[in-house]
């Protein structure tokens, strides 16, 4: 499964309370992190005072970070860029080092680790699809799923593929699905062109597995929830197509600032039986109409 997969359903699977604690867990444990990381060169370049002197540095320094980083985007980038005149300045003082040594060792422990990640993001920009989807075959085809509720190749638009498609693990289907006893979820995201653009892959497409009767609840609680939305999030209901046992359909308008842009998107969400269906569409243009049709092609799978 695709790491910004795994990332995005475990948000799905996280309460606010649960937020709460991790953010609150590392507020603590990222200075100290970064002060271990920061020793490590410090070290290398001639610091011998002790772990606890660059640990005392490190702390001190995230103290600008704090009162910066709550400005959107910028904020985390001023904020990391804050923490770094800090740090050299208490490795000079409390290691007793040349002012070279001391922003040398900053300068390689902050930009070393960005050097990498942007290699990382390089490598998966540039890497073949089949190489950031879903499990594939010998030959390199995308392998699904074994679900009788998922569109197959053949039964897709012309103009869609399949991007990627996963059965997900049950630590990370969603938290209020657990709570209905959900058995089995799958994922799947579809793309409308080829090799598919990150602003192609706008269609996302989920089936979960209930108890008798919970998939229902399921469809009452998300219409309880969309209809709970307050402007600007508003949510506009639809006139759902006549599918499944029961369907509704919302309209969410974007809600994005500053440099996020403010993409609407669409839901589609019914049951049959004991299984529960949700489609979405995102991003500049998001097609309404095609996404009826997918939603029409998955309920016409049912007997």
Not at 47 to 57: P, Y
């Amino acid at each position: 499964m695709p790491i910004a997969t795994r990332w995005s359903l475990a948000a799905q699977a996280l309460r606010p309370q649960d937020f709460f604690v991790v953010l609150l867990v590392a507020t603590v444990m990222m200075p100290l992190a970064i002060g271990v990381w920061l020793h490590i060169w410090v070290c290398i370049f001639g610091g011998r005072r002790g772990i606890g002197q660059t640990l005392k540095a490190a702390m001190y320094s995230y103290t600008p970070f704090y009162i910066i980083a709550w400005i959107p985007v910028l904020g985390l980038i001023g904020g990391a860029a804050s923490t770094l005149y800090p740090q050299y300045v208490g490795i000079r003082e409390l290691h007793h080092v040349s002012t070279k040594r001391a922003a040398g060792a900053v300068c390689a422990a902050a930009f070393l680790p960005v050097v990498a990640v942007f290699g990382i993001i390089v490598l998966l920009l540039a890497a073949p699809a089949s190489m950031v989807t879903g499990p594939t075959s010998g030959n390199g085809t995308l392998v699904l799923p074994d679900s009788p509720y998922l569109l197959e190749r053949s039964e897709l638009p012309g103009n869609i593929i399949i991007y990627t498609a996963n059965e997900i693990e049950s630590g990370l289907i969603m938290r209020r699905a657990k709570d209905y006893g959900c058995l089995k979820e799958y994922s799947m995201m579809y793309a409308t062109e080829k090799p598919s653009p990150p602003t192609t892959r706008n269609i996302r497409h989920f089936v979960m597995i209930f108890p008798p009767g919970n998939a229902a609840k399921m469809v009452q609680a998300d219409e309880n929830y969309y209809r709970g939305l307050v402007p600007p999030r508003n949510a506009e209901e639809l006139p759902a197509p006549d599918i499944g046992d029961n369907c509704i359909s919302y309209r969410i308008p974007g809600t994005g600032s500053g440099s996020v842009e403010a993409y609407e998107r669409y839901c589609i969400i019914f049951t049959k039986g004991d299984v529960y269906e949700r489609f979405f569409t995102y991003g500049p243009s998001p097609d309404y109409e095609l996404l009826k049709d997918l939603a029409g092609r998955a309920a016409a799978k049912f007997p």
